[in-house]
């Protein structure tokens, strides 16, 4: 069983930045890709970025050169790195990780961009 654990969410006025973790924990060995995904109310949940165990990040167009998805070795995890984050940022923000073609979901950070 594997447990993602997120943090950093909050409030940010616009053009701030916040720096969102993921910590794995568990049967994790082996993972495939991690990464962080977004649903807003009333959409669907979308890709934001994600980053291979070899290290290649993909990352959705609306966030390129905005966001930055890294490994954090020391939390077994990743991070991702808002900057010039906008109104339209707002939503929950998900932790993914695949292994073994299973996808595992952390419970959740709200991104909350507003003056």
């Known amino acids: 069983q594997v447990e993602l654990v997120e943090s950093g969410g909050g409030l940010v006025q616009p053009g701030g930045s916040l720096r969102l973790s993921c910590e794995a924990s568990?049967?994790?060995?082996?993972?495939?890709?991690m990464g962080w995904y977004r649903q807003a109310p009333g959409k669907q949940r979308e890709l934001v970025a994600k980053?291979?165990?070899?290290?290649?990040?993909n990352y959705a167009d609306f966030v390129k050169d905005r966001f930055t998805i890294a490994r954090d070795g020391a939390k077994n995890g990743v991070y991702l790195q808002m900057n010039s984050l906008k109104p339209e940022d707002t939503a929950v923000y998900y932790c993914?990780?695949?292994?073994?073609?299973?996808?595992?979901w952390g419970e959740g950070t709200q991104v909350t961009v507003s003056s």
């Open positions: 993914n990780l695949l292994r073994f073609s299973i996808n595992y």
């Open positions: 568990g049967s994790n060995a082996g993972w495939h890709a």
């Open positions: 980053i291979t165990s070899g290290g290649l990040a």
